[in-house]
């Protein structure tokens, strides 16, 4: 069963903790279903308020998929020819975490920071099979 998606989970990583939630959003259409659905990982150093946070967004496209219901599991993301993770681990958060920071993001920083999921989602996969990521 997974966990609530609102629920602040801890995670630390390189002596440094962070709070992460994953939340699943979308809007509705003209008919009123939902479209564009998309899943948001947040990563927020800590203590609280030292640093902005980091927002990893995994929007639904052409050749993608995140949780809208089943099949899918509700953390599940990923290329329908390729690479996924599923978000509710903890070992996949710290995948993404690893990729997000060798690519330049400091956690530091005081401002909010918006990522693209699917840039760090290949090089993240690898990493978790590796066991890097756990």
Same mark, same amino acid.
């Given at each position: 069963?997974?966990?609530?998606?609102?629920?602040?989970?801890?995670?630390?990583?390189?002596?440094?903790?962070?709070?992460?939630?994953?939340r699943?959003?979308?809007?509705?259409?003209?008919?009123?279903?939902?479209?564009?659905?998309?899943?948001?990982?947040?990563?927020?150093?800590?203590?609280?308020?030292?640093?902005?946070?980091?927002?990893?967004?995994f929007? @639904?496209?052409?050749?993608?998929? #995140?949780? $809208?219901?089943?099949? *899918?599991?509700?953390?599940? =993301?990923?290329?329908?020819? +390729?690479?996924?993770?599923?978000?509710?681990?903890?070992?996949?958060?710290?995948?993404?975490?690893?990729?997000?920071?060798?690519?330049?993001?400091?956690?530091? @920083?005081?401002?909010?920071?918006d #990522?693209? $999921?699917?840039?760090? *989602?290949?090089?993240?996969? =690898?990493?978790?099979?590796? +066991?890097?990521?756990?």
């Amino acid at each position: 069963m997974p966990r609530r998606s609102g629920q602040p989970r801890r995670l630390v990583a390189d002596g440094r903790v962070y709070m992460w939630t994953m939340r699943h959003s979308h809007r509705g259409g003209e008919d009123g279903r939902p479209v564009e659905c998309r899943q948001i990982l947040t990563l927020s150093p800590q203590p609280a308020g030292t640093s902005g946070p980091l927002r990893i967004d995994f929007a @639904e496209g052409p050749g993608r998929y #995140v949780p $809208g219901g089943a099949p *899918l599991g509700s953390g599940n =993301v990923g290329f329908t020819r +390729g690479a996924d993770l599923n978000l509710h681990e903890p070992g996949a958060v710290r995948a993404l975490l690893d990729v997000a920071l060798a690519r330049g993001w400091q956690p530091g @920083e005081q401002r909010a920071v918006d #990522v693209d $999921g699917w840039s760090l *989602l290949a090089a993240a996969a =690898v990493a978790r099979a590796e +066991g890097s990521g756990s």
